[in-house]
């Protein structure tokens, strides 16, 4: 009559198939084994990431160019100020010099003028 007595120490077993490594590095994780088909996802997950990330670079764009729209006019309107600055100056200059009418009348020529040109 033998009897099989197990030991019920409170010892932790460790997994089977591991032990102390034989190259001397157990700070390393262990690695798992190679599969290629691993990371591979399906055609329909696949195209549906390629919509989602076309939406979003879609959305991207459109939000860079208002931006650059926004940009540009509040660059134009800087430039607008300069020349209508720039011409003042010059018929308060041209005023000095001259009578008033003499001038208004130069200012309305000038304006016909640039209407021909544009």
Do not use: C
Not at 14 to 19: K, L, W
Not at 27 to 36: I, N
């Amino acid at each position: 009559m033998s009897v099989v007595v197990e030991p019920t120490s409170d010892v932790p077993r460790m997994p089977q198939g591991t032990g102390i490594r034989k190259n001397g590095k157990q700070w390393h994780e262990p690695k798992s084994a190679f599969r290629p088909t691993a990371g591979q996802t399906s055609y329909t997950k696949r195209a549906a990431q390629e919509k989602e990330r076309a939406a979003i670079k879609a959305k991207e764009k459109e939000m860079k160019d208002e931006k650059e729209a926004e940009r540009q006019r509040r660059t134009q309107t800087i430039k607008d100020r300069r020349v209508a600055k720039e011409e003042k100056e010059r018929y308060e200059k041209m005023a000095e010099k001259m009578h008033k009418k003499r001038v208004e009348r130069l200012k309305r020529r000038e304006k016909r003028n640039k209407l021909l040109k544009s």
